[in-house]
Protein backbone atom coordinates (compact mmCIF):
# COMPACT_ATOMS: atom_id res chain seq x y z
CA UNK A 1 0.00 0.00 0.00
CA UNK A 2 1.68 3.23 -0.94
CA UNK A 3 1.30 6.49 0.39
CA UNK A 4 2.07 9.82 -1.75
CA UNK A 5 3.20 12.98 1.03
CA UNK A 6 2.16 16.32 -0.67
CA UNK A 7 2.15 18.19 2.42
CA UNK A 8 4.46 17.03 5.45
CA UNK A 9 4.44 18.34 9.12
CA UNK A 10 8.48 17.99 10.28
CA UNK A 11 8.10 17.84 14.28
CA UNK A 12 11.59 18.46 15.55
CA UNK A 13 12.50 19.70 12.48
CA UNK A 14 15.35 22.82 13.94
CA UNK A 15 17.03 19.77 15.40
CA UNK A 16 20.03 17.33 14.05
CA UNK A 17 18.03 14.85 12.28
CA UNK A 18 15.18 16.97 11.58
CA UNK A 19 17.06 19.56 10.08
CA UNK A 20 18.59 17.35 7.56
CA UNK A 21 15.57 15.79 6.58
CA UNK A 22 14.05 19.04 5.69
CA UNK A 23 16.91 19.58 3.26
CA UNK A 24 16.97 16.44 1.77
CA UNK A 25 13.13 16.69 1.22
CA UNK A 26 13.10 19.98 -0.37
CA UNK A 27 16.07 18.83 -2.75
CA UNK A 28 13.99 15.63 -3.23
CA UNK A 29 10.58 16.78 -3.73
CA UNK A 30 10.69 20.69 -4.35
CA UNK A 31 7.69 22.39 -4.24
CA UNK A 32 5.85 20.24 -1.87
CA UNK A 33 4.48 21.85 0.92
CA UNK A 34 6.88 21.61 4.20
CA UNK A 35 6.01 22.57 7.77
CA UNK A 36 8.42 22.88 10.77
CA UNK A 37 7.02 22.66 14.14
CA UNK A 38 9.77 22.94 16.65
CA UNK A 39 9.96 24.53 20.48
CA UNK A 40 13.67 25.72 19.76
CA UNK A 41 15.11 23.69 22.92
CA UNK A 42 18.73 24.23 24.14
CA UNK A 43 18.80 21.78 20.80
CA UNK A 44 17.19 23.23 18.17
CA UNK A 45 18.56 26.29 16.05
CA UNK A 46 16.60 27.86 13.32
CA UNK A 47 20.21 29.02 11.85
CA UNK A 48 19.98 24.90 10.76
CA UNK A 49 16.86 26.03 8.10
CA UNK A 50 18.33 29.10 7.22
CA UNK A 51 18.57 27.73 3.09
CA UNK A 52 14.86 26.54 3.60
CA UNK A 53 13.48 29.97 5.56
CA UNK A 54 13.16 31.84 2.15
CA UNK A 55 11.21 29.62 0.36
CA UNK A 56 7.66 30.32 0.43
CA UNK A 57 6.61 26.26 0.31
CA UNK A 58 8.33 26.51 3.95
CA UNK A 59 7.06 27.18 7.04
CA UNK A 60 8.63 27.54 10.07
CA UNK A 61 6.44 27.10 13.52
CA UNK A 62 7.97 27.80 16.74
CA UNK A 63 5.44 25.74 19.40
CA UNK A 64 5.72 22.54 21.41
CA UNK A 65 4.28 19.51 20.20
CA UNK A 66 2.64 19.34 23.55
CA UNK A 67 -0.08 21.91 22.41
CA UNK A 68 -2.57 19.96 21.27
CA UNK A 69 -4.67 23.06 19.95
CA UNK A 70 -2.08 24.33 17.93
CA UNK A 71 -1.03 20.49 16.53
CA UNK A 72 -4.54 20.16 15.50
CA UNK A 73 -5.46 23.79 13.96
CA UNK A 74 -2.02 23.34 11.73
CA UNK A 75 -3.04 20.02 10.62
CA UNK A 76 -6.03 20.98 9.78
CA UNK A 77 -5.13 24.81 8.13
CA UNK A 78 -2.58 23.54 6.36
CA UNK A 79 -4.29 19.99 4.76
CA UNK A 80 -0.94 18.28 6.13
CA UNK A 81 -1.36 14.23 5.02
CA UNK A 82 1.87 13.52 6.41
CA UNK A 83 3.45 13.91 9.99
CA UNK A 84 7.18 13.07 10.47
CA UNK A 85 8.17 13.07 14.15
CA UNK A 86 11.69 13.88 15.09
CA UNK A 87 11.03 16.03 18.35
CA UNK A 88 12.14 14.75 21.65
CA UNK A 89 14.64 15.04 24.25
CA UNK A 90 17.49 13.06 22.80
CA UNK A 91 20.31 13.15 24.66
CA UNK A 92 21.59 9.88 27.45
CA UNK A 93 23.71 11.99 29.92
CA UNK A 94 20.76 14.40 30.03
CA UNK A 95 18.29 11.87 30.68
CA UNK A 96 20.18 10.38 33.39
CA UNK A 97 20.49 13.56 35.30
CA UNK A 98 16.78 14.74 34.23
CA UNK A 99 15.01 12.30 33.48
CA UNK A 100 11.55 14.77 33.70
CA UNK A 101 11.65 16.36 30.42
CA UNK A 102 12.37 13.61 28.15
CA UNK A 103 9.19 11.88 29.73
CA UNK A 104 7.08 14.79 29.69
CA UNK A 105 8.43 15.74 25.49
CA UNK A 106 8.53 11.96 24.20
CA UNK A 107 6.23 10.43 25.86
CA UNK A 108 3.17 13.17 26.77
CA UNK A 109 4.16 14.83 23.59
CA UNK A 110 3.79 11.94 21.28
CA UNK A 111 0.57 11.13 22.67
CA UNK A 112 -0.73 14.68 21.95
CA UNK A 113 0.59 14.20 18.30
CA UNK A 114 -1.30 10.52 18.00
CA UNK A 115 -4.52 12.11 19.33
CA UNK A 116 -4.53 15.57 17.12
CA UNK A 117 -3.58 13.34 14.21
CA UNK A 118 -6.49 11.19 15.08
CA UNK A 119 -8.88 13.72 15.24
CA UNK A 120 -8.24 15.53 12.28
CA UNK A 121 -7.25 12.16 9.98
CA UNK A 122 -10.18 9.76 11.25
CA UNK A 123 -12.51 11.63 13.32
CA UNK A 124 -13.42 14.65 11.05
CA UNK A 125 -13.65 12.15 8.04
CA UNK A 126 -11.10 9.32 7.30
CA UNK A 127 -8.74 11.36 4.91
CA UNK A 128 -4.87 9.57 3.64
CA UNK A 129 -2.87 9.68 5.75
CA UNK A 130 0.70 8.80 7.18
CA UNK A 131 2.33 9.13 10.63
CA UNK A 132 6.25 8.39 11.04
CA UNK A 133 7.54 8.01 14.14
CA UNK A 134 11.57 7.76 14.34
CA UNK A 135 12.68 6.29 17.10
CA UNK A 136 16.12 4.44 17.93
CA UNK A 137 17.56 0.77 18.50
CA UNK A 138 18.21 1.99 22.09
CA UNK A 139 14.50 0.78 23.00
CA UNK A 140 16.36 -2.84 22.81
CA UNK A 141 19.11 -1.86 25.05
CA UNK A 142 22.75 -3.91 24.98
CA UNK A 143 24.16 -6.44 23.24
CA UNK A 144 26.70 -8.84 24.14
CA UNK A 145 29.46 -8.99 21.88
CA UNK A 146 28.86 -11.97 19.80
CA UNK A 147 24.97 -11.62 19.96
CA UNK A 148 23.18 -10.97 16.47
CA UNK A 149 22.02 -7.30 15.64
CA UNK A 150 18.55 -6.15 16.85
CA UNK A 151 15.93 -7.14 14.35
CA UNK A 152 12.37 -5.97 14.77
CA UNK A 153 11.27 -8.68 17.01
CA UNK A 154 14.10 -8.23 19.40
CA UNK A 155 12.52 -8.02 23.21
CA UNK A 156 12.28 -4.01 24.44
CA UNK A 157 14.79 -3.70 27.19
CA UNK A 158 15.24 -0.08 27.39
CA UNK A 159 18.37 0.72 29.85
CA UNK A 160 18.28 4.74 30.36
CA UNK A 161 15.48 7.09 31.27
CA UNK A 162 16.35 8.84 27.55
CA UNK A 163 15.57 4.68 25.96
CA UNK A 164 12.33 3.75 28.44
CA UNK A 165 10.65 6.91 27.39
CA UNK A 166 11.32 6.22 23.00
CA UNK A 167 10.55 2.78 24.00
CA UNK A 168 7.22 3.94 25.58
CA UNK A 169 6.49 6.59 22.92
CA UNK A 170 6.73 3.45 20.39
CA UNK A 171 4.13 1.46 22.32
CA UNK A 172 1.85 4.61 22.04
CA UNK A 173 2.58 4.79 18.11
CA UNK A 174 1.78 0.94 17.91
CA UNK A 175 -1.71 1.40 19.40
CA UNK A 176 -3.05 4.02 17.79
CA UNK A 177 -2.78 1.54 15.02
CA UNK A 178 -4.48 -1.40 16.08
CA UNK A 179 -6.60 0.45 18.46
CA UNK A 180 -7.98 3.57 16.45
CA UNK A 181 -6.18 2.33 12.78
CA UNK A 182 -4.17 5.11 12.35
CA UNK A 183 -1.76 4.75 9.34
CA UNK A 184 1.26 4.54 11.92
CA UNK A 185 4.80 3.55 10.78
CA UNK A 186 7.99 3.16 13.29
CA UNK A 187 11.60 3.39 12.31
CA UNK A 188 14.39 2.47 15.02
CA UNK A 189 17.59 3.56 14.01
CA UNK A 190 21.45 3.42 14.85
CA UNK A 191 23.58 5.77 15.34
CA UNK A 192 23.59 9.13 13.44
CA UNK A 193 26.53 11.68 12.56
CA UNK A 194 26.65 14.50 9.58
CA UNK A 195 26.07 18.22 9.77
CA UNK A 196 24.13 20.02 12.20
CA UNK A 197 24.40 17.64 15.08
CA UNK A 198 24.50 19.28 18.73
CA UNK A 199 28.62 19.21 19.91
CA UNK A 200 27.31 17.18 23.08
CA UNK A 201 27.07 13.84 20.85
CA UNK A 202 30.12 11.88 20.35
CA UNK A 203 31.76 12.78 17.19
CA UNK A 204 30.96 16.81 17.25
CA UNK A 205 32.30 16.98 20.66
CA UNK A 206 35.32 14.84 19.84
CA UNK A 207 35.92 17.23 16.57
CA UNK A 208 35.27 20.98 18.77
CA UNK A 209 37.09 19.33 21.45
CA UNK A 210 40.09 18.63 19.56
CA UNK A 211 39.92 22.18 17.60
CA UNK A 212 39.90 24.39 20.85
CA UNK A 213 42.79 21.78 23.18
CA UNK A 214 40.01 20.92 25.43
CA UNK A 215 39.92 16.94 26.64
CA UNK A 216 37.96 13.95 24.62
CA UNK A 217 36.43 12.48 27.25
CA UNK A 218 36.26 8.33 27.23
CA UNK A 219 33.68 7.39 29.21
CA UNK A 220 34.79 4.16 31.14
CA UNK A 221 37.30 1.93 28.72
CA UNK A 222 36.05 3.16 25.10
CA UNK A 223 34.99 0.09 24.23
CA UNK A 224 31.42 0.45 23.95
CA UNK A 225 30.21 -0.92 20.18
CA UNK A 226 28.00 2.00 18.31
CA UNK A 227 26.52 1.17 14.71
CA UNK A 228 26.54 4.58 12.95
CA UNK A 229 24.98 5.94 10.29
CA UNK A 230 25.32 9.14 7.88
CA UNK A 231 22.13 11.12 8.50
CA UNK A 232 20.98 11.24 4.95
CA UNK A 233 20.95 7.53 4.93
CA UNK A 234 18.67 7.38 7.74
CA UNK A 235 16.80 10.04 6.14
CA UNK A 236 16.55 8.02 2.55
CA UNK A 237 15.50 4.64 5.04
CA UNK A 238 12.24 7.11 6.76
CA UNK A 239 11.35 8.57 2.66
CA UNK A 240 11.08 4.89 1.32
CA UNK A 241 9.19 3.58 4.77
CA UNK A 242 6.48 6.60 4.31
CA UNK A 243 6.25 5.41 0.88
CA UNK A 244 6.04 1.69 0.60
CA UNK A 245 6.06 1.05 4.29
CA UNK A 246 3.51 -0.96 4.87
CA UNK A 247 0.95 0.84 8.16
CA UNK A 248 1.39 -0.59 11.76
CA UNK A 249 4.78 -1.97 11.00
CA UNK A 250 8.50 -1.09 12.28
CA UNK A 251 11.18 -0.92 10.57
CA UNK A 252 15.20 -0.91 12.14
CA UNK A 253 17.82 1.42 10.13
CA UNK A 254 21.61 0.56 10.67
CA UNK A 255 24.47 0.93 8.33
CA UNK A 256 26.35 -2.28 9.45
CA UNK A 257 29.04 -0.26 10.38
CA UNK A 258 29.85 -1.26 13.99
CA UNK A 259 32.88 0.90 15.78
CA UNK A 260 34.11 0.82 19.32
CA UNK A 261 33.95 4.65 21.09
CA UNK A 262 37.73 4.64 21.29
CA UNK A 263 38.34 3.88 17.45
CA UNK A 264 35.93 6.43 16.38
CA UNK A 265 37.84 9.10 18.44
CA UNK A 266 41.41 7.89 17.46
CA UNK A 267 40.10 7.86 13.74
CA UNK A 268 39.24 11.80 14.03
CA UNK A 269 42.00 12.78 15.66
CA UNK A 270 43.98 11.43 12.69
CA UNK A 271 41.64 13.07 10.09
CA UNK A 272 42.38 16.43 12.27
CA UNK A 273 46.03 15.85 12.78
CA UNK A 274 45.80 15.46 8.75
CA UNK A 275 44.30 18.48 8.67
CA UNK A 276 46.63 20.02 9.85
CA UNK A 277 49.52 18.83 8.67
CA UNK A 278 48.21 19.07 4.87
CA UNK A 279 46.74 21.24 2.21
CA UNK A 280 43.42 20.55 1.36
CA UNK A 281 42.11 23.44 4.40
CA UNK A 282 45.90 24.22 4.68
CA UNK A 283 48.20 23.64 7.64
CA UNK A 284 48.73 26.73 8.25
CA UNK A 285 45.23 28.38 8.29
CA UNK A 286 44.07 25.71 10.11
CA UNK A 287 47.23 26.82 12.81
CA UNK A 288 45.96 30.07 12.66
CA UNK A 289 41.98 29.40 12.78
CA UNK A 290 42.54 27.34 16.11
CA UNK A 291 45.52 28.52 17.88
CA UNK A 292 44.50 26.20 21.19
CA UNK A 293 44.52 23.04 19.17
CA UNK A 294 47.33 20.54 20.16
CA UNK A 295 49.04 20.54 16.59
CA UNK A 296 49.86 24.01 17.17
CA UNK A 297 52.37 22.99 19.69
CA UNK A 298 53.59 20.01 17.93
CA UNK A 299 51.09 17.20 19.84
CA UNK A 300 48.77 14.86 18.23
CA UNK A 301 45.21 15.20 18.85
CA UNK A 302 45.39 11.89 20.78
CA UNK A 303 46.80 13.37 23.19
CA UNK A 304 43.74 14.76 24.49
CA UNK A 305 41.99 11.66 24.97
CA UNK A 306 41.18 11.35 28.63
CA UNK A 307 39.49 8.20 30.07
CA UNK A 308 36.46 9.43 32.55
CA UNK A 309 34.00 7.81 34.89
CA UNK A 310 31.93 5.65 32.76
CA UNK A 311 27.70 6.46 32.19
CA UNK A 312 25.12 5.08 34.24
CA UNK A 313 23.58 2.23 32.56
CA UNK A 314 25.78 2.13 29.95
CA UNK A 315 25.12 -0.20 26.76
CA UNK A 316 28.11 -2.35 25.33
CA UNK A 317 26.77 -2.75 22.55
CA UNK A 318 23.91 -1.66 19.81
CA UNK A 319 24.51 -3.40 16.40
CA UNK A 320 21.12 -3.50 13.97
CA UNK A 321 19.75 -6.39 11.36
CA UNK A 322 18.27 -4.09 8.46
CA UNK A 323 17.23 -6.91 6.82
CA UNK A 324 13.19 -6.10 6.63
CA UNK A 325 13.89 -2.37 5.69
CA UNK A 326 16.13 -3.67 2.48
CA UNK A 327 14.22 -6.60 1.55
CA UNK A 328 10.90 -4.41 1.38
CA UNK A 329 11.25 -1.31 0.61
CA UNK A 330 14.93 -1.68 -1.11
CA UNK A 331 17.13 0.35 1.52
CA UNK A 332 20.63 0.43 1.51
CA UNK A 333 23.33 3.24 2.94
CA UNK A 334 24.75 5.07 -0.09
CA UNK A 335 28.00 6.36 2.17
CA UNK A 336 30.49 5.09 3.39
CA UNK A 337 32.21 5.06 6.62
CA UNK A 338 35.25 6.66 5.23
CA UNK A 339 33.55 9.16 3.22
CA UNK A 340 30.87 10.28 5.81
CA UNK A 341 33.26 11.11 8.30
CA UNK A 342 35.38 12.99 6.06
CA UNK A 343 32.24 15.08 4.65
CA UNK A 344 31.37 15.72 8.45
CA UNK A 345 34.33 16.75 9.45
CA UNK A 346 34.82 19.27 6.59
CA UNK A 347 31.39 20.26 7.32
CA UNK A 348 32.50 21.41 10.86
CA UNK A 349 35.32 23.00 9.91
CA UNK A 350 33.80 24.93 7.53
CA UNK A 351 30.29 26.32 9.51
CA UNK A 352 32.76 27.03 12.82
CA UNK A 353 30.25 29.85 13.58
CA UNK A 354 26.97 27.42 13.27
CA UNK A 355 28.69 24.95 16.20
CA UNK A 356 29.90 28.08 18.26
CA UNK A 357 26.75 29.93 18.19
CA UNK A 358 25.04 26.75 19.48
CA UNK A 359 27.09 25.96 22.48
CA UNK A 360 26.81 29.67 23.72
CA UNK A 361 23.69 29.27 24.81
CA UNK A 362 22.07 26.68 27.48
CA UNK A 363 23.92 24.21 26.93
CA UNK A 364 27.79 25.20 27.96
CA UNK A 365 25.32 26.59 31.39
CA UNK A 366 24.32 23.28 31.58
CA UNK A 367 27.42 21.30 31.44
CA UNK A 368 28.91 24.02 33.51
CA UNK A 369 26.38 22.77 36.49
CA UNK A 370 26.18 19.11 35.86
CA UNK A 371 30.04 18.54 35.05
CA UNK A 372 31.90 21.07 37.38
P1 LIG B 1 17.93 16.74 18.57
O1 LIG B 1 18.01 16.75 20.06
O2 LIG B 1 19.08 17.24 17.77
O3 LIG B 1 16.65 17.58 18.09
C1 LIG B 1 15.41 17.50 18.74
C2 LIG B 1 14.55 18.65 18.24
O4 LIG B 1 13.27 18.53 18.87
C3 LIG B 1 15.11 20.03 18.61
O5 LIG B 1 15.02 20.89 17.49
C4 LIG B 1 14.18 20.51 19.72
O6 LIG B 1 14.04 21.92 19.76
C5 LIG B 1 12.88 19.82 19.33
N1 LIG B 1 11.98 19.65 20.47
C6 LIG B 1 12.28 19.13 21.69
N2 LIG B 1 11.20 19.15 22.48
C7 LIG B 1 10.18 19.67 21.74
C8 LIG B 1 8.81 19.92 22.01
N3 LIG B 1 8.26 19.65 23.20
N4 LIG B 1 8.06 20.44 21.02
C9 LIG B 1 8.60 20.72 19.80
N5 LIG B 1 9.90 20.50 19.51
C10 LIG B 1 10.68 19.99 20.47
O7 LIG B 1 17.57 15.24 18.19
P2 LIG B 1 18.04 14.37 16.94
O8 LIG B 1 19.36 13.76 17.24
O9 LIG B 1 17.84 15.15 15.70
O10 LIG B 1 16.97 13.20 17.00
C11 LIG B 1 15.71 13.34 16.33
C12 LIG B 1 14.89 12.09 16.58
O11 LIG B 1 15.58 10.94 16.10
C13 LIG B 1 14.62 11.83 18.07
O12 LIG B 1 13.30 11.38 18.20
C14 LIG B 1 15.61 10.74 18.44
O13 LIG B 1 15.09 9.93 19.46
C15 LIG B 1 15.70 9.97 17.13
N6 LIG B 1 16.99 9.27 16.89
C16 LIG B 1 18.17 9.95 16.99
C17 LIG B 1 19.36 9.28 16.71
C18 LIG B 1 20.69 10.00 16.77
O14 LIG B 1 21.73 9.35 16.61
N7 LIG B 1 20.73 11.30 16.96
C19 LIG B 1 19.34 7.93 16.33
C20 LIG B 1 18.11 7.28 16.24
C21 LIG B 1 16.93 7.97 16.51
P1 LIG C 1 26.32 9.70 22.17
O1 LIG C 1 26.83 10.47 20.99
O2 LIG C 1 25.90 10.47 23.39
O3 LIG C 1 25.14 8.77 21.63
P2 LIG C 1 24.35 7.55 22.37
O4 LIG C 1 24.54 7.66 23.83
O5 LIG C 1 22.94 7.82 21.95
O6 LIG C 1 24.91 6.29 21.79
O7 LIG C 1 27.44 8.68 22.62
C1 LIG C 1 27.97 7.72 21.72
C2 LIG C 1 28.89 6.84 22.53
O8 LIG C 1 30.02 7.61 22.93
C3 LIG C 1 28.27 6.31 23.80
O9 LIG C 1 28.73 4.98 24.03
C4 LIG C 1 28.78 7.23 24.88
C5 LIG C 1 30.16 7.62 24.36
N1 LIG C 1 30.62 8.96 24.75
C6 LIG C 1 31.87 9.12 25.34
O10 LIG C 1 32.62 8.16 25.57
N2 LIG C 1 32.26 10.39 25.66
C7 LIG C 1 31.47 11.49 25.45
O11 LIG C 1 31.88 12.63 25.79
C8 LIG C 1 30.20 11.29 24.83
C9 LIG C 1 29.30 12.47 24.56
C10 LIG C 1 29.81 10.02 24.49
Redesign the pocket.
Known sequence: MSHQPQRILV????????SNFVHFWRQSYPGSRVLV?????Y???RASLRAAESDPDFRFVH????DYDLVSSLLRQERIDTLI???????VDRSIHGPDEFLD??II?THVLLKAAKAVWLDDGPCPHRFHH????EVYGTLTPDAPPFSEGHRYAPNSPYAAS?AASDHLVRAYHETYGLEVTTS?????YGPY??PE?LIPLVIGNILDGRPLPIYGDGLQIRDWLYVDD?NRGIDLVLRQGRPGETYNIGGNNEWTNIEIVRLICRLVDEKFAGSDFGGKAMRKRFPRAPQCSGAKAESLITHVKDRLGHDRRYAVNAGRISAEVGYAPLESFETGIRKTLDWYLANEEWWRSVMDGSYRKWVELNYA
Open positions: TGGAGFIGLDALTAGNGDIRHFAAESHTNGVSTDKNCSNNQFKH
